[in-house]
């Protein structure tokens, strides 16, 4: 399947969206920059003329928006998710320090596979459940004595970043074979990441990967007595090792192999072997 990437690979995601006028804002914003993929987590009204009316043009965008009704709905799919907030948690998850390091990162991935930018509710943001549920962070670096934004302008601001990484592809333009898996050398520039076809074992693994992963690990854990209760912190700190590691979706298999092969050596502890 050939098509244009990356942007056809970048997702909008807002969660809990309150005033239905922000949609069609955000949706105007997104256009603006090319982004035409916009996922509502639970939005508490919509359809509504409302959003339509605030989308202008963007009426296109907001009538193919997608509606789930949980985050990972929205993301499961992707390699990299983002979550967009006002400020720095306690979680350990990497952070982006500045939203154009963030920006490359995710055009590289959706080259070849979906990435989401996730967004909270106007008032208090995403939670910190919904925080976890991202691979890393990132804040707008506003002014500090009064770094307010509403959800439509963050979503410009990010959004722009975005164009501007894309721009500075190679060939942004290119279209990419999403389906391609081979090892054989050609002569293509391997420094081009909008022309070159990565292997799907070779790319990062979806968050939904990465979930089974670390359930699979917690489960070991627990289980060889290396943690004896519920211990979310050190959970969180290995999630955020693995998040800055980025292993390939082949390393990731070559771990869960080996704790599989670790837990045949382990006394049943558990029964919620399901991953």
């Known amino acids: 399947m050939t098509q244009a990437l990356p942007f056809a690979n970048l997702r909008i995601v807002l969660v809990q969206t309150y005033h239905p006028g922000n949609i069609g804002s955000a949706a105007r ?3 603006t920059m090319g982004l035409t993929d916009l996922v509502l987590v639970n939005p508490r009204v919509f359809p509504d003329a409302e959003a339509t009316r605030l989308a202008a043009g963007a009426a296109d965008v907001v009538e ?3 509606v ?7 993301i499961d799919d992707c390699v ?7 400020r720095l948690r306690s979680l350990p998850l990497p952070h982006y320090d500045e939203p154009d390091e963030m920006a490359q990162a995710l055009v590289k991935d959706a080259v070849h596979d979906p990435v989401a930018l996730v967004f909270g509710r106007e008032r208090f943001g995403l939670t910190n459940d919904e925080i976890r549920l991202c691979s890393h962070q990132v804040s707008i670096p506003a002014n500090p004595d009064y770094g307010i934004l509403n959800l439509s302008q963050a979503v410009q601001v990010l959004a722009y ?3 501007r990484a894309w721009r ?3 060939c942004p333009d290119v279209a990419v074979d999403s389906d391609a898996d081979t090892d054989t050398d050609t002569d293509t520039d391997t420094d081009s990441v909008a022309t070159s ?4 074992r070779l790319r990062q693994p979806t968050r939904e990967q990465v979930a089974h ?3 699979h690990l917690g489960r070991v854990m627990r289980d060889s007595g290396f943690i004896t209760q519920p211990h979310a912190r050190t959970e969180e700190q290995l999630q955020a090792l693995f998040a800055r590691a980025t292993p390939t979706r082949k390393e990731l298999s070559l771990l869960r192999g080996l704790l599989s092969s670790l837990e045949t050596h382990l006394p049943p502890y558990s029964d919620d072997r399901q991953d």
């Open 80 to 86: 990299r998710v983002v979550g967009a907030s006002a």
């Open 161 to 163: 970043e975005l164009r």
């Open 68 to 74: 789930v009704e949980r985050l990972e709905d929205a």
């Open 29 to 31: 914003a997104m256009k």
């Open 213 to 215: 992963f670390q359930a």
């Open 197 to 200: 076809a990565t292997p799907p």
């Open 64 to 66: 193919n928006a997608r």
């Open 168 to 170: 500075r592809l190679p």
